[in-house]
């Protein structure tokens, strides 16, 4: 069973990735998974496919879209995800309240077993700030998901314009 997480927003994506940056990151405490990371070994259950990088010039954060799959028997928990490129990425959900669109923290997205879960412009996403180097349009960015069964993914994620829409069909 496939299932896609989207809700539509009254804002563009670059709207939305301005007003974050606007307002900071009051009441976003990003989880410590430091002993987590250590621990895990390469994924065999869930896998990361279809991953892209709406790359929106700076100090405005990128934002990191993909597909999550989970072939297990049992649900898991995206935790976190981290890339050389980039000091900082938080997983949030964008959700509309009261006409407006506003990101919230995910700090554990479950995936049902056997199904798939969306990361999607106006949905579940990964904020990427404070790139190590500059990033490219056209370029592959490595990322790793960390789940909550100590299994971390890998995927390689291209660099899109800030225009850019998920161009993945299924």
């Not at 496939?2 to 990151?25: E, N, Y």
């Not at 990371?37 to 279809?50: C, D, N, P, R, Y």
């Not at 904020?127 to 190590?132: N, R």
């Not at 069964?149 to 998920?166: I, P, S």
Request: glycine letters at 8%; one cysteine or more.
């Amino acid at each position: 069973m496939k299932k896609t997480v989207t809700i539509l927003s009254a804002l563009g994506a670059l709207g939305v990735a301005m007003s974050v940056q606007a307002q900071g990151h009051g009441g976003h405490a990003m989880m410590d998974h430091g002993s987590a990371w250590q621990q895990a070994h390469a994924a065999t259950s869930v896998e990361v496919q279809h991953c892209w990088i709406r790359n929106i010039p700076t100090p405005a954060p990128s934002a990191g879209y993909f597909e999550v799959l989970n072939k297990g028997t049992e649900a898991v928990q995206l935790l976190a995800a981290e890339s050389d490129r980039y000091g900082d990425i938080m997983l949030h959900q964008t959700v509309t309240e009261d006409g407006l669109a506003k990101m919230r923290m995910a700090d554990k997205i479950e995936i049902a077993a056997g199904d798939q879960l969306d990361f999607v412009p106006g949905g579940y996403h990964a904020m990427l700030e404070k790139p190590t180097s500059p990033v490219q349009v056209g370029e592959h960015v490595t990322m790793r998901f960390l789940f909550s069964n100590q299994q971390v993914a890998t995927a390689q994620c291209e660099v899109r314009a800030a225009g850019a829409r998920n161009e993945h069909a299924h």
